[in-house]
């Protein structure tokens, strides 16, 4: 069965070039060599689901979800993240977001690419993985504290092991997060 040549146009089943091939934007080159599509492939040799975001000086990469109840996005926009935009990082245009709110935006399927000024991410890791424990350390190590003292002045001991010990050394002012 022959299509008319009126449906045909419609349809789109011309021999049409697509616009996007004319696009600028599309044909010229985005500065990236060779040895950046190398580093690109190795990189993304080790990531099973998405690709690893290449280092932007100043700024901590990561990965969000746009599907975390406990953990929305605009809590993260709060703190400081923000999204990473497809011309922030040549080779990543493939994975620009093309509608939406986050039109433009890095993304791949609900995750999207945001970035934290370093100085903030280093504060962060600061109180997240040293302060906060430390303090929990600081609870605990008062807790024996209490225990012990209570045994003694009823006439009893009490036997800690050398962790108990541990807990009432001072930890590090600063922890390191590279």
Known sequence: ME???RLKKELGVVGRRSRAMDDRSVTEDREMTDDDRLE???MQQFSDALPDLPVIPGYHMCWLSTTNGSD???RRVRLG???VRSEDIPGFEYASQKTGEWAGCV???EMLAFKLPLSLYEK???EAHHNAPAREEGKL???ADFLRDQLKAKGSAIFEDEGMAELHQQAPTR???D
Request: proline share 8%; charged share 20%; glycine share 8%.
């Open 175 to 177: 922890g390191r997060f």
């Open 124 to 126: 962060f890791m600061q």
């Open 107 to 109: 993304g791949i399927n």
């Open 81 to 83: 993240y923000t999204p």
């Open 3 to 5: 299509v008319d040549e």
């Open 141 to 143: 190590a008062d807790t």
């Open 72 to 74: 929305p996005i605009a």
């Open 40 to 42: 690109m492939f190795r």
